[in-house]
């Protein structure tokens, strides 16, 4: 099984600034990552899928890279409705599963 | 509007059974494979489960493997997850969840519909 790694645990940002999430697999997962963003009280938003494809929807401030084990969600201007838990997922082999999330909050 | 539905959960005691259901609309449900994710309280997701377009192929995670039965009918637009033998840590908000390519065979993919969760509640 494939284990998600994601850093840091915490990311405190102030509005305008550029945030830079790191996603880690134990295994080579190609480009088969994805991003999702959570907010309180709601279900997941895809936000990137093939590591750098941003989904339906999705401003360009919100851009990820990366392939293998290495990824990277950047996030190039805060917005006040960017500060949620972001989470990545391997989808390469089964069992997909899940990064345990980083939450980005305000500074 | 695509949207994904769920509903039967609630509060069952240990070793109790429920049947969960997600009603899928605004999109052609047996193009698409589908998946039960769920999240308990405060923590992170965790896949449960995936189903091919024809249901001749299904997963599970090991955490559920031999209690819960996913299923589908692509006539009524429907995803089933059929939970026994349930156990405290299967506390939590279950989600159905669309993949996001079409394709007849098993995908394993992105999610790109979410529905608003059932919370299922293991307790004495």
Redesign the interface.
Known sequence: EIVMTQSPVTLSVSPGERATLACRASQSVGI?L?W?Q?KPG?????LI??ASIR??GIPARFSGSGSGTEFTLTISSLQSEDFAVY?C?Q???????????TKVDIK | EVQLVESGGGLVKPGGSLRLSCAASGFTFDYYTMNWVRQAPGKGLEWVSSISTSSSSVYYADSVKGRFTISRDNAGNSLFLQMNGLRAEDTALYYCARVVTQDTAMVIDAFDIWGQGTMVTVSS
Request: cysteine-free; hydrophobic content about 25%.
């Open positions: 088969s994805a999702y959570q709601q279900a997941p938003r895809l899928y093939l989904a339906t989470y997922q989808y390469n082999n089964w069992p997909t599963g899940f990064g345990p999330g």
